[in-house]
């Protein structure tokens, strides 16, 4: 089946820094990406949209310079947190649409 | 009040029972409904993808939509200690690829 792949697993930074999350559809070509963010205990949000080969659609609350997305190819997105902050730790996850929309396993990041 | 309403839980049944989960939602432009598993630390896992009204079963697993009442269940019958997870419903409209998430039901399955 579809296969999502998202690099690292987990990150762990010291605040200031920048961190770069990929998410890479295996099999499939994905002209959508979608990017989520899930706090403990609590469901999946979504961020942000990537669009291959056109900016990211933002949803509200989320600030389009802290968390920059960029789908390359039709394979490849990644999300870039910017001057990453305790607050920004979290669980990111990734999707695609194959015939149904398909997950990544998740990047952990702790921000120190 | 939120798109979608999942009961959080916790959910804690013994081995072998019937676990029915389920979620309302406002929007009735809803026309895809999804039921996934979440493992602690992983990604979401799909388990069943309906559209418009009506059952669908898959194994263990049956997954109903009542889009009159706004209303979607998943049973798990003959549970098992591995069905031990979060589940979540998740819905979108048609020909848009946003999903929206119900908060999630955690469930543990008592050996």
């Known amino acids: 089946g579809a296969v999502v792949s998202q690099h690292p697993s987990w990150v762990i930074c010291k605040s200031g820094t920048s961190v770069k999350i990929e998410c890479r559809s295996l099999d499939f070509q994905a002209t959508t990406m979608f990017w989520y963010r899930q706090f403990p205990k609590q469901s999946l949000m979504l961020m942000a949209t990537?669009?291959?080969?056109?900016?990211?659609?933002?949803e509200q609350g989320v600030e389009k310079d802290k968390f920059l997305i960029n789908h390359a190819s039709l394979t490849l997105s990644t999300l870039t947190v910017t001057s990453a902050h305790p607050e920004d730790s979290s669980f990111y996850i990734c999707?695609?649409?194959?015939?149904?929309?398909?997950f990544g396993p998740g990047t952990r990041l702790t921000v120190l | 009040q939120k798109e979608v309403e999942q009961d959080p839980g916790p959910l804690s049944v013994p081995e072998g029972a019937i676990v029915s989960l389920n979620c309302t939602y406002s929007?009735?432009?809803?026309?895809?409904f999804m039921w996934y598993r979440q493992y602690s630390r992983k990604g979401p896992e799909l388990l069943m993808y309906t559209y418009s009204s009506g059952n669908k079963e898959d194994g263990r697993f049956t997954a109903q939509v009542d889009k009159s009442s706004k209303y979607i269940s998943l049973f798990i019958r003959d549970s098992q200690p591995s069905d031990s997870a979060t589940y979540l419903c998740?819905?979108?409209?048609?020909?848009?690829?946003?999903?929206?998430f119900g908060q999630g039901t955690r469930l543990t399955i008592n050996p």
């Open positions: 990537s669009n291959e080969g056109s900016k990211a659609t933002y």
């Open positions: 999707s695609a649409r194959a015939t149904t929309p398909v």
């Open positions: 998740a819905m979108s409209i048609q020909g848009a690829q946003k999903l929206v």
């Open positions: 929007n009735s432009a809803f026309q895809y």
